[in-house]
């Protein structure tokens, strides 16, 4: 689904990524581990052009997206949804509107599609009741569930995760993270930044351990989170215990 070939991203002097190659299959959950500066976030930003890469080759879906702009751009977007640290919600459109704007902007829904889709979503969030509420009104993880749901209104086939549950207070984390998991079990396609090691080992089919802007090491988690070959992964574990 997702091949990248020596992806290298600088800005300016300072080198961000240092040539990530790595192919995400249809299906698969990957994990992207690593301390914070290693490049991970950019990784993903470089993958929907959030940010342009400054050399290498993306490939999504089997063709070659590294320079698109314009409508394949967004063509790109629609499918390759995104779920950020932060939210991002529009603060003054309700629950049910912030789900409903994109899909009935880009004509994939009528309004009346969206908000049947929407109500399911919600249900699917556990959060049907918070469809008339705003943003303001709603905890960090509710706010986070409801991103997901807005991400997945699109229906896109693959959803990158930027450390979705980093700005949440440690009791929401297990209600944004259950909504993962059932998400993977249903087989969606993920590539998700995150320091939730228990959640890596309980969903990935896959685990990257990234440093300094390079895969250190990379494979089955059992394999990367239980049998770490490098000193930098192991005192990376040792440090997240």
Do not use: W
């Amino acid at each position: 689904m997702i091949s990248v070939s020596n992806l290298k991203k600088s800005f300016g002097d300072l080198v961000v990524l240092d040539g990530i190659t790595e192919t995400i299959e249809k299906g698969e959950k990957v994990v992207v581990i690593g301390p914070s500066g290693s490049g991970k976030s950019t990784f993903l930003r470089c993958l929907n052009l959030l940010e342009q890469p400054t050399s290498g080759v993306i490939e999504f879906e089997g063709r070659d997206i590294t320079h698109a702009k314009g409508r394949e751009l967004n063509s790109v977007r629609m499918k390759m949804g995104m779920v950020f640290q932060h939210f991002n919600l529009f603060p003054h459109l309700t629950i049910r509107r912030n789900i409903t704007i994109a899909p009935v902007k880009n004509k994939i829904m009528t309004q009346a599609q969206a908000d049947k889709r929407a109500d399911e979503l919600l249900a699917m969030v556990g959060l049907s009741d918070k469809a008339d509420a705003y943003p303001a009104q709603l905890s960090g993880g509710q706010k986070q569930r409801i991103a997901i749901a807005r991400t997945l209104a699109m229906n896109p086939d693959v959803i990158l995760f930027d450390e979705p549950t980093s700005a949440l207070d440690p009791e929401m984390v297990g209600e944004v993270l259950s909504v993962m998991q059932t998400l993977a079990q249903e087989g969606l396609t993920m590539l998700v930044v995150t320091h939730e090691m228990g959640f890596a080992r309980a969903v990935a089919s896959e685990v990257v351990f990234m440093d300094q802007g390079v895969i250190c090491e990379h494979g089955d988690p059992k394999d990367v989170l239980g049998a770490p070959k490098t000193e930098r992964l192991k005192a990376f574990l040792a440090s997240m215990l």
